[in-house]
Every structure is written in structure tokens, then in C-alpha cells.
């Protein structure tokens, strides 16, 4: 099963021997075995008892809690794994450090990658002018990563890849009742906005967990400046993923009209705009569906599915650290 989502408001969620129960309005609507749930995402308002709290803990289950627009509250966190050396040499990587700069480079490299591939399987589809230049700029940004030595200018490189990206992101959606202009959140006011803040808080809570599975401290990264409660290590990681997990679902449910306007509602003080129920769930079964998919890994040359590759990334990341291999290679899905 993976990922179990709970969507509607006062639900409770108990344990029941050995399993995850559910009930809304005194009926029961869902009732798993714990060792089919990997991780439990909360969307709004639920009760839950003790005992599941104990349980998700013995069994190092996360659970984390979204508003229902998506809006990453935070996590139920089990304890951190046992392996302090990964730690240690975590820690022990400063900022602007030979190895330090290489995982940015890594991390933003293969973001801007994944970008510029997933521009140009479009423009292959529909030539444009405006994502071929797109196309070339994401390229001479990352030609230039190489000859940057500081952390802050990497940062500058990956902010300018990303306006390049998103300056063209509309391009990508070919579904007339859908348009983009610009990003914005906190809180979105536009669906296709609504679906990307949604998508990444579903990610950083997969991502958090394999950072805590292989026993990293997820709140010192590399990319990401520090700030207190905030999981940077799994920001870091997250990059790579954005374009392959996050986007790709969001225009399969669009350009496929999955989702329509109307699965959309606008928060009338805000202007915060979220999926309907019946929209929510059809965008968290196409974000598992794709986390379960298989793809062949290019390091590994075998076949995994996204939400293997997580952690596969993750461990990959403390390989380098710990120097068990001489680089880390980010995940490069080539369309």
C-alpha cells in the first residue's frame, strides 16, 4: 500500500491488534496491516490514539501533517537510526568545502538536468522558440556550475535555473481550461499552484523519511540555508526529484484532464486555492501510483520503483560522505 492518506476532517485513526484503523462518522472506511504502510499523511483535521502514536514509533512509521491546501505543518518523528557515523561525517562536511561544493553542484545539477530534459522532450512534441532558448540557458547554467567555488553562488545559479524554468512552465501544459503565470504560495492562489505546493510538501515528506531511514540528521544540509526547525538535508535532496515526481504528476492529471477546474475551491478571505475531496483524491492516487512505478536506475542499471529510489539517492549521498565512493551521483531520468 505504501503511503496511507487520511482527507477527511475528524476521522480517527486507532490500532487494532495489528493494524491501522479508520473511522469517520462511526463507520470504518479503511483497515490496513501496519507492515503494508510505509509512512501516514494527515490532510486537515484527525484524532488519533496513543496506541498508534506507540506503534508508528516501534515500527519507525512517520506521520506528517498537511492543511488541506497542502501546507506542510510537520511530523511525528521516530528515532533517528542507530549509525552516528553517517552523522559524523555529515557534520564534519563544512560549508564551502571541497565535498560540501560538490554535493551543491550534484544537487543542482541534477535538478537543472531533469529540467532541461523535460523541456526538451516537449519542444520535441511542439517546437518553440521560447523553451528552445529556455533549453539553452538551463545549459550554460549548468556548463558554469563547474566554475563556481562558493555555496552562495551555486545558490544564485540554481535560483536563475529555476525563473528559466518556470518562465515557461505554461508551455508544458496542454490543457486549455488550465494556465500558469508565475510561482507563488503561501498561500497559492491559482490551481496549477495549489497542485505544485501540494506535491512538494507529498515529496519532503518522502524524501524526510528516507533521509531519517538511512540516518542522516535531515536538518543539516548543504544547499539549503540552516534555519531552526527546518529539514534541509531533505530540501537538498528533494531537488532532483521535483521535476521527475512532483511535475510529472501534476501534468499527467492536467494535460490528461484528470482534474478539472471544477475539483478546484477558493478560500474567499486568502484566496487560497485547493483541491475539492473528490480532486484530492484523485491527485494522491496518481502521486502513489507514480512513487510505486519502475523505471531502470542509470547508476544502478536494474529496475526500481521512485519511491525505492529515495532512499537508494539518500544512501548513495552517505556513500560519498563517509568516502566509500568518489562522487555523488544525482538521479538523471533522460526523456
Known sequence: MGTIYITKDDTFIGKIDERIHVKADRKQILDVPF?????????GRSNFSPALVAELLERKIPM???TTTGKYLGRLE???TKN????KAQWKTEDNSEKALHIVKCFIRGKLKNYRNFLQLRNRQNNHEKLEI???QIQDIIDSLERKNNVNSLRGLEGAGSAIYFSCFNLLIKNNEFSFNTR??????DPVNSLLSLGYALLRHDIQSAVNIVGFDPYLGYLHVAHYGRPA???DLMEEFRPIVTDAVILNVINNKKITPKDFIIEPLSNAVSLTKEGLQI???AYEEKKQSKFKHPVLNRQCTYQESFEIQARFLAKYLMDETKQYPPLIIKK
Open 78 to 80: 521516530p528515532e533517528l
Open 35 to 43: 507492515i503494508k504502510v510505509d509512512g501516514l499523511v494527515i490532510l
Open 64 to 66: 506528517s501533517f498537511l
Open 283 to 285: 491527485f494522491l492516487r
Open 233 to 235: 538535508l531533505a530540501l
Open 84 to 87: 552516528i557515523f553517517i552523522r
Open 134 to 136: 529556455s533549453i539553452n
Open 184 to 189: 507563488n504560495r503561501r498561500p497559492p492562489t
